[in-house]
């Protein structure tokens, strides 16, 4: 298998495991990410945790010994799907966290981007390097990078390929957290308890609201915002919420 699924107590991780190719994207691996996202759903677990196998690489983009002899019908569809598979993490009941082990270039960053949250090594590098191979990104790094980062930063990295390290990526808002000097999968499970405990109610419903942010215009997002604000206050759990405050003591979500 190109990828592991396992469970974690309260979370599941997902291991790109190719590490002879630095976990290259090839059409299994995209395969067998898009059935683990799905699977990953239906788990019951409170985060989905993405990571690479070995100390290397998170993911070095799409596979470049397959892109040889494939016709332009074939090319659309690797990017539709790979597109259509990292976008099932937008739609995925719980968020999801990139933990970016080392190189994350091309395809690999492109997932890593479709991520709710990403986190990064001191040894990880990211890049949309596809200029170098005359290519531009076609996994969602042109449209993901720049609501990321703003469009000059994302026309930096992609017109120039350029390669960031964690700390740059820090730096501009590219990755939450730098992590894991002793321990990554540790830390990464350190930083999804932090929103773990709270209402899943409430979580996805605030989640969907920001998606909704940055593809509607202004007036729109502030109707999605009061349509699901007033979903969540709806909820059992901002009952409980609200008087465990008043009462002063922890609430006790139940996901209703
Ligand atoms: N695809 C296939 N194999 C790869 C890839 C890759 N992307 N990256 C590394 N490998 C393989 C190498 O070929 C090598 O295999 P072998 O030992 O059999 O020669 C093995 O992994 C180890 O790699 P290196 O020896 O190169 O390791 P280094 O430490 O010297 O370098 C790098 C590491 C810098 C990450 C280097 O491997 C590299 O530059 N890799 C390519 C990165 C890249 O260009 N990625 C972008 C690919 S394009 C893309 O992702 C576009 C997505 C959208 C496509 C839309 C289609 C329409």
Redesign the pocket.
């Known amino acids: 298998m190109a990828v592991e699924l396992t469970r974690h107590d309260a979370f599941v991780v997902l291991t790109l495991n190719r590490p002879?190719?630095?976990n290259?994207?090839?059409a299994q691996t995209i395969e067998e990410i898009g059935s683990a996202i799905d699977e990953a759903g239906r788990m019951d677990a409170r985060a989905l945790i993405i990571t690479g196998a070995g100390e290397?690489?998170f993911?070095?983009?799409?596979?470049?010994?397959?892109?040889v002899g494939i016709d332009l019908i074939a090319?659309?569809r690797?990017?539709e799907l790979?597109q259509s598979t990292f976008a099932r993490l937008d739609t995925l009941s719980i968020p999801s966290v990139a933990l970016i082990n080392g190189?994350a270039?091309?395809?690999?960053?492109?997932l890593a981007l479709a991520a709710t949250f990403r986190l990064a090594t001191p040894n990880a590098?990211v890049?949309?390097?596809?200029i170098?191979?005359g290519?531009?990104?076609?996994?969602g790094?042109t449209q993901r990078l720049p609501r990321v980062v703003g469009e000059a930063r994302a026309l930096e990295m992609i017109l120039t390929?350029r390669?960031v390290r964690a700390e740059e990526a820090l730096s501009i808002g590219l990755v939450n957290r730098i992590v894991g000097t002793q321990d990554r999968l540790a830390d990464a499970f350190a930083f999804a308890r932090e929103f773990s405990s709270y209402s899943r109610v409430a979580l996805t419903h605030a989640r969907a609201a920001i998606q909704r942010a940055l593809a509607q215009p202004l007036h729109e997002g502030l109707k999605t915002e009061a349509d699901l604000s007033t979903l969540a206050f709806q909820s059992k759990d901002a009952q409980e919420g609200i008087a465990a405050f008043i009462e002063k003591r922890p609430a006790k979500f139940t996901d209703a």
Request: charged share 25%; hydrophobic share 40%; aromatic share 6%.
């Open positions: 002879e190719a630095l290259a994207l090839n290397k690489a993911c070095a983009g799409a596979d470049v010994k397959e892109m090319k659309r690797k990017a790979g190189y270039f091309g395809g690999g960053l492109e590098a890049a949309l390097p596809e170098k191979l290519l531009m990104p076609g996994y790094g390929g390669t």
